[in-house]
């Protein structure tokens, strides 16, 4: 994938919008079948319960379908992606992250 560049004057002109839904999930699910996966994407959307602020809810903003082969694929595009900027950033952790290691530490793994 071709790392993000500025633009010239000249391609700024040139420039044309991607016409499609720009989307933002901090959380997903992953449904497979044998032969296709649905991916679940979601954010978490706060509310108030008697006038006070909630923790909110997960709301759905999107749900993908694609082909065995295609997720197969997009996990490769993925873990090089995550690759390389934790290579220029240092290391992602995130809660799951965080269990699925303590998790493997108990199992000796």
Request: net charge negative; aromatic share 6%.
């Amino acid at each position: 994938m071709p790392e993000t560049e500025e633009l010239s004057n000249d391609q700024i002109a040139k420039f044309q919008r991607i016409d499609a839904p720009y989307i933002y999930a901090s959380s997903f699910h992953i449904l497979p079948t044998s032969v296709d996966a649905t991916i679940i994407f979601q954010r978490l959307h706060p509310g108030t319960v008697d006038n006070k602020l909630g923790a909110g809810v997960l709301e759905t903003t999107a749900i993908v379908c694609v082909s065995l082969g295609a997720l197969k694929d997009l996990h490769i595009l993925l873990a090089d992606q995550i690759a390389r900027i934790e290579a220029d950033r240092g290391e992602i952790v995130t809660d799951y992250v965080r269990r699925m290691k303590e998790e493997a530490s108990k199992a000796g793994k």
